[in-house]
């Protein structure tokens, strides 16, 4: 090859960190305008779309490359700020960088597929079809849709408002040609925008403050549970929008996005785009590309929509910023919150975070004018904080783990025609199988924990590896038949309850009940505001508005207030808080009971007395003292292997490629170094059928942990301990397991 070859540097999904050279596909040339174009090229015996990141010219001693097999796109789909904003995300998280382009693309067009067309899809009743109609089988779901395509067209979002499982019925009656499915503008969706409440003064001066900046600002709305956060969301969106700008919206659970985005629809006056892991890859891609075009204006989506291009951004909201959803904690292990910072300042638009319990980074980013506070201290209109009251329940009697007045104030809450949430953490009957005669408990053989129960006490599953087996007939260990369930799960609570409060509505909020797309809302739909009781986990936490809840009852909390991670006691603190403001959030007061053993412990009583800034003032202390983020920054590498030996070996290898760069005697010294804790075993040993251990790298200063992985990492890779793992590594964990 001649030296003044031109080659394509391409970025593949391989866990190498290096770009692979090739020749321009045949016909076309090596160009710069190529650069953020997919290509398919041989890789070894398969064949990969990986992206261009580069052309360079191939040295005189290269051996003969290989040639792509062909450029999939007309024009760069990955350019400008969103390319720019990853080549930082792969250097900041030290992953390969053709893993988080990867990582950034739709599945679809991972697998090279087209960009897909950006128009939106109606159903409309075909002539054969009007004529058909009167014969159709009455009350039949064929019959309601042609009724309601017989009055008009009416496109998908429209049908899903509309009629329950209308796509069933749409394709029993297109096979028959009764029905067809056609393109529209999505333009034409747009809805007529509806006047909002009048905002109350702390909402305007929020409001206000966003409407001012010029350029990026990190703006953290810290506003009590139910004092509006969404009302000022939709006025800075709105005012985006008459700029002629797009909007990105950012929330943690899938289950928030359908009464978000119906909220948004109603409002803006724009169609809502939606992304999502509940979603199928066509129609996530499809958003992408309507955003790349510029042609959807809102997006909501949760923690993967942070890589939705914008090529006229105006605005990035991040609901609930605090929450750990928006932490990615496999492949590649970025932190939507902080990356999408990173692109609010790279595309000079306003960052807005909104949280009733901000997470202790971002009060502690506010406190020291990095981020501008906003501060929202009481409920929207009339509604009043909830009474919240602690409930000792220390030799009292219990029934599946709720005491008697608990269950009281629940029957009187129903009487009074409220319902009724009991949060309970734990999903599943109960979390562990137990003999009662010998002590033997059923256990996962593939991790060190213990089966949940299921299934009213049929079926046993790991939560950790997904493993299912049913429940022994007898003991294994002396064939007793006292196998009893020990603990309590949601399932529990929803049987007693369920006998408790005969005839009336008890629904289970859980990830085992609402597993199916459209679960959640079903369920709210089918309690509406009747009085009835709501038992869930901690998706019934998050954002959702329940104007007839009158009453909390929050049990299990002692496990969270004895553990050993760092970070423990402010999870459970937002938690508790976020749980505690459902209720009372329209006319009807609230209460909130708080059942424990410990009524005593400071984390309770600091947060019923002082509320959550007084629990986050004395937890930042902490931190500080202890050289915890954030006021230190971490780094956890970690390595699993079949055989117990090789991760202990492979973490004690990087630990002495670390060492250089460690904490020295002399106090100005250390206080520039790292501190390295470990290798240890991760605090669960074994997960399927993996054995785990980690090295928790420390530093007082970002730039001396990043200036330490970049020279350690490269090394990492080529270490003969390496090929025996698999290995990650994690910048700024979340979770130290």
Not at 281 to 293: K, Q
């Amino acid at each position: 090859m001649s030296a003044d070859a031109s080659v394509l540097q391409v970025a593949l999904p391989v866990p190498l960190p290096r770009l692979f050279d090739y020749r321009a596909p045949a016909g076309m040339t090596a160009a710069p305008d190529l650069v953020g174009c997919r290509v398919r090229v041989p890789f070894g015996p398969r064949e990969l779309v990986g992206v261009v990141a580069g052309v360079g010219t191939a040295a005189g001693d290269t051996p003969a490359l290989r040639e792509a097999l062909a450029c999939l796109d007309d024009a760069p789909l990955l350019h400008g700020e969103l390319f720019d904003s990853l080549r930082w995300l792969a250097r900041y998280t030290h992953a390969p960088l053709g893993e988080v382009l990867a990582t950034a693309l739709p599945a679809a067009l991972r697998r090279g597929e087209p960009l897909p067309d950006t128009h939106a899809w109606a159903w409309r009743l075909t002539e054969a079809g009007a004529t058909a109609l009167p014969g159709l089988r009455g009350g039949s779901r064929p019959r309601r849709l042609a009724e309601l395509l017989h009055e008009a067209a009416r496109d998908e979002d429209a049908l899903a408002g509309l009629m329950d499982d209308w796509r069933g019925a749409a394709r029993s009656l297109a096979k028959r040609e009764l029905v067809e499915r056609i393109a529209i503008p999505a333009s034409r969706l747009a809805p007529t925008p509806q006047p909002g409440p009048e905002p109350n003064a702390e909402q305007a001066a929020a409001i206000e403050t966003i409407h001012a900046v010029d350029g990026f600002a990190a703006l953290l709305l810290d506003g009590v549970t139910g004092s509006g956060k969404t009302e000022v969301y939709l006025q800075a969106i709105a005012d985006c929008l008459a700029r002629g700008r797009q909007a990105l919206v950012l929330v943690p659970e899938i289950g928030l996005t359908p009464q978000l985005l119906s909220r948004f629809r109603a409002r803006l006056g724009v169609p809502v785009h939606a992304t999502h892991s509940g979603l199928n890859d066509g129609e996530r891609a499809r958003t992408w590309a309507a955003a790349l075009r510029g042609e959807a204006r809102v997006v909501v989506g949760t923690r993967s929509a942070v890589f939705t291009p914008l090529p006229e951004a105006g605005l990035i909201v991040i609901d609930e910023e605090h929450d750990g959803s928006y932490k990615q904690q496999d492949g590649i292990r970025y932190h939507a919150r902080d990356f999408a910072l990173v692109r609010g300042k790279a595309l000079g638009v306003p960052v807005l975070l909104g949280s009733a319990t901000p997470s202790l980074e971002s009060l502690h980013n506010a406190r020291a004018n990095r981020y501008a506070h906003l501060r929202l201290t009481r409920r929207a209109g009339d509604a009043k904080p909830p009474r919240v009251r602690v409930l000792d329940v220390r030799k009292r009697p219990l029934d599946a783990g709720l005491s008697n007045d608990l269950l009281d104030a629940a029957g009187k809450a129903l009487d009074a025609g409220g319902q009724v949430l009991v949060f309970k953490n734990r999903r599943g009957y109960a979390p562990v199988l137990l003999c009662h005669d010998c002590g033997w408990s059923a256990q996962c053989k593939r991790c060190d924990a213990p089966m949940t129960v299921h299934a009213g006490g049929r079926r046993l599953q790991c939560h950790h590896c997904g493993a299912r087996q049913s429940v022994p007939l007898a003991c294994p260990d002396c064939a007793s038949l006292a196998l009893q369930p020990q603990g309590i799960g949601t399932e529990r609570i929803e049987e007693l309850l369920a006998k408790r409060f005969d005839g009336m509505p008890v629904l289970r909020i859980d990830r085992g009940s609402t597993r199916r797309q459209g679960a959640l809302e079903k369920h709210f739909e089918s309690l509406g505001t009747n009085a009835g009781v709501l038992v869930g986990t901690q998706m019934l936490a998050k954002g959702h508005d329940l104007p007839n809840l009158t009453l909390v009852c929050v049990v299990g909390i002692d496990e969270g207030l004895f553990s050993a991670d760092f970070r423990a006691g402010e999870k459970l603190a937002q938690l508790l808080v976020q749980v505690s403001g459902r209720a009372g959030r329209a006319d009807k007061p609230g209460e909130v009971l708080l059942q424990t053993h410990h009524p005593d412990h400071p984390l309770l009583q600091t947060l019923v007395h002082g509320g959550y800034h007084a629990f986050a003032d004395g937890e930042l202390m902490q931190r500080e003292a202890a050289g915890f983020p954030p006021f230190a920054h971490l780094a956890l590498l970690r390595a699993e292997a079949k055989h117990v030996d090789a991760p202990m070996q492979f973490l004690r290898a990087a630990k002495e490629l670390l060492l250089p760069f460690a904490a020295t005697g002399s106090k100005q010294e250390a206080a520039a170094g790292l501190e390295l804790h470990g290798p240890l075993p991760a605090p669960m040993p074994r997960r399927a059928g993996m054995h785990r251990a980690q090295l928790l790298v420390s530093a007082v200063q970002r730039r001396e942990l990043h200036a330490a992985l970049d020279a350690v990492v490269p090394a990492l890779h080529a270490l003969p301990e390496a090929r025996k793992v698999r290995w990650s590594l994690d910048v700024d964990p979340v979770d130290l397991y």
